[in-house]
């Protein structure tokens, strides 16, 4: 195990979507994602550690994208900072 950049302690220095197995969906059935040092009550499931004072960044890798991401009629949604 080694101390990752997103967490206390992990198999792997990066987070990763097999983590996001039980996401708590919203009403229309999306999955928010959490960034924070700490994870908001009840979305633990939902949540990827930051280090408070580092920077960080995302990523969307997309396997086999359909054609509204080609012709660019849909894109993922901003982040949002959430209080």
Do not use: H
């Amino acid at each position: 195990m080694l101390s990752g950049r997103f967490g206390t302690k992990r198999n792997n220095t990066y987070p990763d979507a097999k983590q996001f197995t039980a996401c708590v969906t919203g009403v229309w059935g999306t999955c928010d994602v959490y960034f924070a040092p700490k994870a908001p009550q009840g979305m633990e499931n939902n949540w990827l550690q930051t280090i408070p004072g580092k920077s960080w960044f995302t990523v969307l890798r997309m396997y086999g994208p359909l054609e509204p991401w080609i012709d660019k009629t849909w894109r993922p949604g901003e982040i949002e900072l959430v209080e």
